[in-house]
């Protein structure tokens, strides 16, 4: 049976962005007659907002979805950390004391300011054990070993994808220094003990998917399915951001948005073209749009958003996939 999941964090209200991609994360598990898994992923303490898990629980409800069992990643530590542990013992990971000034300096090319550099693998080989590189500064991260070559997969939506993660990443993050898990670690972990086989997010994660891959692989645990969704940007062209306050969920409700009618928005913006009154998108429950779901018709064009478009209902439609 497949099993898919919604995987929050409790950092902040959820908005539209978000409700399409775990409007659509639903949509195809239950279309498939699968499972799904609601997962608070709550591992990053510092930015984890007071009350914000029991308001994406409403969010999501009154989006009209439901979930078949329900976790908190960080009652699942023990198992991350024996995950890291095998990792370190089998030698594909290492530990890391460098900061982030030590890697930009070792870099000589500039880097769009959404991207990290590349680390540059200051640290691989250079300590014995975790316990030694913390003696000699206090703390360590832990790296993954970035092996030579390009790793390839087939995204559901995107099709045939390639990174060389060598020149892309280098050897990439998987426990923070003070030993919390890195996320690619914690999903990689907690999918495979979850029985999660189809994984539908956002493309801006299609890079950190060859990450988990190389992860899969060094744990020996069978990887999901893969669908990446188009991404919705604000009216200037930005990935739209929690902090995007006018268009969160509570602030549309606020407004008077329906659920039918966000959810009619969030087809239409995909592709998934319903008839609308005058041309606006339909407006219909999200287990009415099971019945007009499939991620092959969906468009991979990003949608461009503004609040005033929720509410009367236009939308900007997307690019030709």
Same mark, same amino acid.
């Not at 209200?13 to 799904?36: D, E, M, P, Q, T």
């Not at 008077?256 to 998934?272: F, H, K, Q, T």
């Not at 779901?293 to 236009?314: I, K, N, P, Y």
């Given at each position: 049976?497949?099993?898919?999941?919604?995987?929050?964090?409790?950092?902040?209200?959820?908005?539209?962005?978000?409700?399409?991609?775990?409007?659509?994360?639903?949509?195809?598990?239950?279309?498939?007659?699968?499972?799904?898994?609601?997962?608070?992923?709550?591992?990053?303490?510092?930015?984890?907002?007071?009350?914000?898990?029991?308001?994406?629980?409403?969010?999501?409800?009154?989006?009209?979805?439901?979930?078949?069992?329900?976790?908190?990643?960080?009652?699942?530590?023990?198992?991350?950390?024996?995950?890291?542990?095998?990792?370190?013992?089998?030698?594909?990971?290492?530990?890391?004391?460098?900061?982030?000034?030590?890697?930009?300096?070792?870099?000589?090319?500039?880097?769009?300011?959404?991207?990290?550099? @590349?680390?540059? %693998?200051?640290?691989?080989? *250079? &300590? /014995?054990? #975790?316990?030694?590189?913390?003696? =000699?500064? !206090?703390?360590?991260?832990?790296?993954?070993?970035?092996?030579?070559?390009?790793?390839?997969?087939?995204?559901?939506?995107?099709?045939?994808?390639?990174?060389?993660?060598?020149?892309?990443?280098?050897?990439?993050?998987?426990?923070?220094?003070?030993?919390?898990?890195?996320?690619?670690?914690?999903?990689?972990?907690?999918?495979?003990?979850?029985?999660?086989?189809?994984?539908?997010?956002?493309?801006?994660?299609?890079?950190?998917?060859?990450?988990?891959?190389?992860?899969? @692989?060094?744990? %020996?645990?069978?990887?999901? *399915? &893969? /669908?990446? #969704?188009?991404?919705?940007?604000? =009216?200037? !062209?930005?990935?739209?951001?929690?902090?995007?306050?006018?268009?969160?969920?509570?602030?549309?409700?606020?407004?008077?948005?329906?659920?039918?009618?966000?959810?009619?928005?969030?087809?239409?913006?995909?592709?998934?073209?319903?008839?609308?009154?005058?041309?606006?998108?339909?407006?219909?429950?999200?287990?009415?749009?099971?019945?007009?779901?499939?991620?092959?018709?969906?468009?991979?064009?990003?949608?461009?958003?503004?609040?005033?478009?929720?509410?009367?209902?236009?939308?900007?439609?997307?690019?030709?996939?």
């Amino acid at each position: 049976m497949l099993v898919g999941r919604l995987a929050p964090s409790p950092t902040g209200a959820l908005h539209v962005g978000h409700a399409r991609s775990f409007l659509l994360a639903w949509c195809a598990a239950r279309a498939a007659g699968g499972r799904v898994v609601l997962r608070v992923e709550d591992l990053d303490a510092p930015r984890v907002v007071p009350l914000a898990e029991d308001a994406l629980r409403r969010d999501l409800e009154w989006l009209g979805l439901d979930w078949d069992e329900e976790h908190r990643q960080s009652d699942t530590l023990t198992r991350i950390h024996t995950a890291l542990e095998r990792l370190l013992e089998a030698g594909v990971a290492y530990p890391c004391i460098c900061s982030r000034g030590d890697i930009r300096r070792a870099q000589s090319a500039p880097h769009a300011e959404d991207r990290a550099p @590349a680390y540059p %693998g200051t640290c691989r080989g *250079r &300590f /014995a054990s #975790l316990e030694a590189a913390t003696r =000699e500064a !206090g703390r360590a991260a832990v790296r993954f070993a970035v092996p030579p070559g390009i790793i390839r997969f087939t995204d559901e939506v995107y099709g045939a994808q390639r990174f060389d993660l060598a020149k892309l990443t280098g050897d990439f993050l998987i426990a923070r220094h003070g030993g919390a898990p890195a996320y690619q670690l914690a999903v990689v972990v907690d999918d495979h003990a979850q029985g999660i086989t189809q994984v539908v997010r956002g493309r801006d994660l299609l890079e950190s998917t060859a990450q988990q891959r190389l992860l899969y @692989a060094a744990l %020996g645990f069978e990887p999901p *399915r &893969f /669908a990446h #969704l188009p991404l919705v940007l604000d =009216e200037h !062209g930005k990935r739209l951001a929690k902090r995007s306050d006018a268009v969160s969920l509570q602030a549309l409700r606020a407004r008077g948005v329906s659920p039918e009618r966000l959810v009619g928005w969030a087809a239409e913006s995909v592709g998934l073209n319903l008839e609308g009154v005058a041309g606006a998108p339909a407006a219909l429950s999200a287990r009415e749009l099971l019945a007009h779901f499939s991620l092959e018709r969906l468009h991979t064009g990003d949608t461009r958003l503004t609040e005033q478009a929720l509410v009367s209902g236009a939308v900007q439609p997307p690019k030709p996939s």
